[in-house]
């Protein structure tokens, strides 16, 4: 039986899969953190819940999973940043507080640059469980991205680029 039969929790990582397993738990603890901040910034109730709901069913999720496959196999965890504490966003004074716009855009590119490096890790890993999890990343990432265009929609926040309408010539 070869190195690459059988459970695929029982084949080795290869370099690229340990190094992109760590930096992206790396990558989701400073971004539970930013999380953090924007949530305390925004004074948008749905933004705010969209928001909580991010953090708690999509990162905290995402960095537990990585984090036991690390645990698991011997890899040294990466630091994390010190949690920030929760503050009134009325306490922060107005030319230091984001806006809740920006933050769906911030989100929005997070998310956005997240589904990519998830696509990238599918492609590189040749262990089907991982593929396999970072695909299910990929896709809840996807979902999220939806609802927070929902949002932005809703709440007239978002800046589309030059629309363009075709003109067709009734000859």
């Not at 990582?13 to 901040?37: D, I, M, N």
């Amino acid at each position: 039986m070869g190195m690459f039969e059988g459970k695929p929790q029982e084949e080795p990582f290869h370099s690229g899969e340990v190094f992109h397993l760590w930096s992206y738990l790396y990558s989701t603890k400073a971004t539970l953190v930013t999380l953090q901040v924007l949530t305390n910034h925004t004074g948008d109730h749905d933004l705010q819940t969209f928001l909580e709901d991010l953090t708690e069913n999509s990162f905290t999720q995402e960095e537990q999973q990585v984090e036991a496959i690390l645990k698991e196999t011997g890899i040294r965890l990466p630091p994390a940043p010190p949690d920030r504490p929760n503050v009134e966003v009325q306490d922060i004074p107005a030319g230091a507080r984001f806006n809740d716009a920006e933050i769906a855009g911030l989100v929005k590119n997070e998310l956005t640059s997240g589904r990519l490096l998830c696509s990238y890790v599918i492609g590189i890993s040749i262990r089907g469980d991982i593929a396999e999890l970072f695909n299910e990343f990929h896709t809840q990432k996807s979902e999220y991205e939806s609802k927070l265009l929902n949002i932005t929609k809703e709440k007239g926040w978002l800046v589309p680029p030059p629309l363009h309408h075709s003109k067709v010539n009734d000859d």
